[in-house]
T-cell receptor
Framework: NAGVTQTPKFRVLKTGQSMTLLCAQD?????MYWYRQDPGMGLRLIHY???????AKGEVPDGYNVSRLKKQNFLLGLESAAPSQTSVYFC????????????????????FGPGTRLTVL | AQSVTQLGSHVSVSEGALVLLRCNYS??????LFWYVQYPNQGLQLLLK??????LVKGINGFEAEFKKSETSFHLTKPSAHMSDAAEYFC???????????FGPGTRLSVLP
């Protein structure tokens, strides 16, 4: 299994350009996430998806859009890139083990991709 | 809302010394807690996780963490630091059946020869 893969690994954009980051996972996970990582700020959630065809906003969604047309893929789009979007972007996936009995619920860790380093000039 | 704090953005230890990285959380319900490690230019890897089965959790590479409800803490320790432990470490908490994770700001560990 490849796990979680991200393309591209590096990208340089000019202000106002658009691009799409692709995340793919081969673990049949329901949940997928996009984070950005900036120095001293840890990881901040941009958008996430709890299943094919569904997406939701995270902590810092402005300036980004996402789509989850297939269960294994989660796309992050920048419509008009800004220098403030210079960052390292990580995709992650996890699986659900929800049970009706609260005592049997399990919370499962996220599996991360290697990251995409984006610079916006 | 839950949150995670990590005391110390940078910790330095000598090789062979005890490693202690601190994590405190705030949550109104019992949390599920995780420690991740990030090596330079890589993604995050799971070190260990607490899911209420046992308060002392053992992870990979000799790390362990203890959940203390009274102190709302989940500190990470390793008895003897190795040069290869130099990395950034993140504590995270999740609720909502794993739909949302909240990460701490991270602690960079340096290991001195």
């Amino acid at each position: 299994n490849a796990g979680v893969t991200q393309t591209p690994k590096f990208r340089v954009l000019k202000t106002g350009q658009s691009m799409t980051l692709l995340c793919a996972q081969d673990m049949n996970h329901e949940y997928m996430y996009w984070y950005r990582q900036d120095p001293g700020m840890g990881l901040r959630l941009i958008h996430y998806s709890v299943g094919e065809g569904t997406t939701a906003k995270g902590e810092v969604p402005d300036g980004y859009n996402v789509s989850r047309l297939k269960k294994q893929n989660f796309l992050l789009g920048l419509e008009s890139a800004a220098p403030s979007q210079t960052s390292v972007y990580f995709c992650a996936s996890s699986y659900s083990s929800v049970r009706t009995d609260p005592l049997k619920r399990t919370y499962n860790e996220q599996f991360f991709g290697p990251g995409t380093r984006l610079t916006v000039l | 809302a839950q949150s995670v704090t990590q005391l110390g953005s940078h910790v330095s230890v000598s090789e062979g010394a005890l490693v202690l990285l601190r994590c405190n959380y705030s949550s109104s319900v019992p949390p599920y807690l995780f420690w991740y490690v990030q090596y330079p230019n890589q993604g995050l890897q799971l070190l260990l996780k607490y899911t209420s089965a046992a308060t002392l959790v053992k992870g990979i590479n000799g790390f362990e963490a203890e959940f203390k409800k009274s102190e709302t803490s989940f500190h990470l320790t390793k008895p003897s630091a190795h040069m290869s432990d130099a990395a950034e470490y993140f504590c995270a908490v999740t609720l909502n059946y794993g739909q949302n994770f909240v990460f701490g700001p991270g602690t960079r560990l340096s290991v001195l020869p």
